[in-house]
């Protein structure tokens, strides 16, 4: 009988008085008051403070550490190195999955990359820790590092991203390009990024014999919990992952890092609690970063602008020794119709750290790429640039030949166009000035990202009393997970949001997946809606089949639970309360359980995606070259919308760095000594207010009947995707000159083109 209301879980949520309310966070006082306890803020009884000593070259050895030195100043408790680190119960080097990292973790004397850990140094004070680190005054013996993307030799990766292929091809496209009218080809590079969350990674161990503690931030509980019991021989169980806020993930807090495993084995070592916080600097290297790429694109057209071809071919590094792929070209797979449609990489081996997810990875540095060489090529075909984008419009997603589970990106482009202002676009660039004689230009972007779903579970409970709770282990990194999961926990008890307890972010509750790949909510909130309609049909289980009941004889097919009561669907002055239930039955409460995972059919049958539009207004200084974006409209269409006012903050923040992807972030490495140039928030540059100008975010209705239930597909990471193109093809607009090296900056818009 549950499943005759499992499945009605859809109709059941209708109803609900939550989902699709734009509610504030639910967190937002705690976070803005202080009270908000980041992994950072612990402090248990007896604890010790612990410092990276990190390698100031790329490659090498570690010749000499002056150990003693250190361990003579006062306050310094203990000095772990490769000499007496505890034993590790797993190779750090050993990799088993796709969705872990090889880690340095003091196993010898090699150094692989600048900023990597050498030793840590645990102390009585945060202050003597650090002087104890500067005192190890180590002595390398350095060699050559190898840094530079377009030096080293290349090889095909065995595949990219988490496991995709690194070559697809349709069609024939050198048959496709040689028949075009028009064609053109050219290649864009995108830089090093690193992720920056405002919080570093810090983690806080405690070890009660062989069960273990950890406060750190993380994006994956259950995936840390599991990777940390690996690691030191101990069963899952005996390991609590604490991670109630994250002061931002963007990905580096997905795969568990070596600096968090170097915390555990100190406090290990010196048998008390141990905090380890890297400094902003120790962030450039040892966590990841988005690895850069050289992108070389090919399309061509016929007589009437629609492609024949399209090739996308990425260059990009990974590490000397882990094997993570940025998958920049397949972007291409999905976004335009092409009869003929190639996707390609070649890889480099550099002396860095190994390179990670970073929000949209692959879509991010594809799509400024993609959506550059698109608006080249409306050039070259005389078309206005959206009416480009048009002519080729997916129907059906181009590199499956499926259809799409819903993509109203047609909307997108038709609300963003009109908001903006587009129609009254010149076509030839450098036919724009303000008042000031600032040149004007406007650009367009697509914006597309999967909606994709991980295993998520959940567990429900109705007390007597008619409160509910739902628990899963999911992550609040500020993107409001806790909020709009509330809301759906909520509405999958049929109880307000005052009646139910929301508890989440420790790897003791339910596995709630992954927070990334923009996946969270529909995993997540799929299963906390599965555990309440499973609460919910014990409920109605107990109720219709009691002939005391007001509901006896109603069917479980016939009920809808609402407002803390039960109801006929076909007679709803028939009704029961869920504590009336309940405490008829003698029980103190009821239990549902939750889980979710992609549906493997519709996903054979359907391509899904999010989509957007993004339209870009930038201003240039016709002499100095300055660049200042001054309006943006995204238009996202992402299929059911849980919280609009949270969804809207998303947007806001992919666009946000899809200007800083364009214009700003930039990961400088020293040829020489392979060290990051600029590892602080001085020199590494990212948008503040004033690089921000008007921003609009338009949310385009979209019902998607496939993705999920609930029709949920992602919005943390599409924003990003559509922005940095429009960014860039406004600049040309504006200016007539197309840089292709990223971020456009005043010093590459002025310096005198290539030859
Ligand atoms: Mo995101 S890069 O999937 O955390």
Redesign the pocket.
Known sequence: MSEIVLSATPAHLRHGSNIGQPLTRRDGILKVTGGARFAADNHPPGMLYAVLAVSSVARGRVAALDVAAAKAHPGIVEIMTSANKPPLALDPDAKTNPFMRRLELLQNDRVRYANQPIAVVIAETLEAATEGAALLSPRYEEEAPRVRLDAAESFVPPAVGVGHPSEAEIGDVETGLAGSLRRIEATYETPTQFHNPMEPHAIVAAWDGDALTVDTPS?GLAMAQARIAELFGIPAENVLVRSPFLGG???CK?LFTGPQVLGIMAARLVGRPVKLVLRREQMFGPVGHRAPTQQTLRLGTDADGALLGLSHHTRTASSTFDDFFEPASDVSHTLYASPAIRTSYEAVRLDTGTPT?????GEASGSIALESAIDEMAEACGMDPLAFRLRNYAELEPISGKPFSSKALRACYAEGAERFGWKARPLRPREMRDASGLLVGWGVGTATFPALMFQGQARAVIRKDGTGIVETGAQDMGQGAWTALAQIAADGLGLSMEQMEFRSGASNLPDAGI????AHTATAGMAVAGAGADAIAKLAALATGDERSALFGAGNAGVIARDGRLFRRDDESRSESYADILNRAALAEIEGRGSSAADPIAQANYAMHAHGAVFAEVKVDPELGQIRVTRLVGAFAAGRIINPRLVRSQYYGGMIWGVSFALHEHGEIDPRSGRPMNPNLGEYHVPVNADIPSIEAILVAEEDRHVNALGIKGVG?IAITGTAGAVANAVWHATGRRIRRFPITLERLTEPAPR
């Open positions: 994006q993930g963007f990905g997905g997810f970073m929000r949209a990875p927070a990334g790949g923009s990471e």
